[in-house]
């Protein structure tokens, strides 16, 4: 079902701010818009403001979604009544400090690199929005669904713009986990993800020593797998990089950290370990003329 289709209250004014952002009269109705379409007392609302963004000159984009901690103004917890629970389903919980991670990763690839990666990261609660799920899973009010569009928008365009300008590009999406606090498990849907990435350098962007997880592990983070075994249940990976990753030439691979990898004492260390492995991974593949598969 395409998010047009959900029948949310108010999403009539939702179509029209969309359409309005689009056209010359937008700055001179935007006012008027928000006093007919917000209701007395509710606070003035910006979906930008919920979620950290940069534009970058590298081919590689770093999203994360479930780090954030702001509630938004005037929108009810999400309940998922209805919904399977856990795993692709509804799910509330917040990978706690990994918008920190996130932001510590950009900054330790830009030092190596000498640019700066793209990035979208999340600052709503996941308790109001999931922005690594289908839109009718995701959110249940039209302001979160505004928010929702806003990172995923950002990311796709981002993603267009990558291409564009490098012809491919790597996203990696960060996530936590609660099973194994020294390990992070890659998410790739089993090869699925990466595969446009794949298309143009073979399989050993995938799997294996010079695979981003192969080079992850090099720089002291133990990935799970670093092969072709079957990726860990439950950490194969969500809906963003499934989406990320139809982009011609882009791989997304999801990152899902353990504890030990995102405590306020670790986050400087993990992020410098992991921007290693992009770095090499960038060198490799994704910096300079690209060759072809072998
Ligand atoms: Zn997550």
Do not use: W
């Not at 020593?209 to 990976?237: C, R, W, Y």
């Amino acid at each position: 079902m395409s998010p047009s289709h959900i029948p949310l209250p108010g999403s009539g004014f939702i179509a029209r701010r969309a359409f309005l952002r689009h056209s010359a009269a937008a700055f001179l109705l935007a006012p008027l818009l928000r006093c007919e379409g917000i209701a007395a007392g509710e606070k003035e609302f910006a979906a930008a403001d919920f979620i950290s963004v940069q534009k970058g000159d590298l081919p590689i984009i770093i999203s994360a979604p479930h780090g954030g901690t702001m509630t938004i103004p005037g929108v009810p917890e999400r309940k998922g009544e209805g919904m399977k629970k856990g795993g692709a389903g509804f799910f509330a919980g917040r990978d706690e400090n990994t918008e920190l991670l996130a932001a510590a990763l950009a900054e330790a690839i830009e030092k190596r690199l000498g640019k700066k990666p793209f990035f979208v990261i999340a600052k709503m609660h996941r308790k109001f929005v999931d922005a690594n799920r289908p839109p009718e899973i995701a959110v249940e009010h039209p302001r979160a669904h505004e928010v929702y569009d806003a990172y995923r928008g950002t990311l796709a365009k981002f993603c267009d713009d990558v291409q564009t300008r490098y012809g491919r590009g790597l996203v990696i999406d960060v996530h936590g986990q609660g099973s194994a606090r020294d390990t992070v498990f890659r998410g790739t849907h089993n090869g699925a993800t990466d595969a446009m990435l794949a298309k143009l350098f073979g399989e050993k962007i995938h799997a294996g020593p010079q695979s981003l997880a192969g080079l992850l592990a090099v720089h002291g983070i133990n990935m799970k797998p670093t092969d072709t075994s079957p990726e860990t249940s439950g950490f194969t990976g969500g809906h963003i990089v499934q989406i990320s990753g139809k982009h011609e030439g882009i791989g997304a691979v999801q990152l899902e950290f353990g504890i030990d990898f995102r405590t306020k004492d670790a986050i400087k260390s993990s992020a410098e370990k992991v921007a290693g492995g992009i770095a090499d991974f960038a060198k490799l593949y994704l910096l300079g003329k690209p060759e072809p598969a072998k």
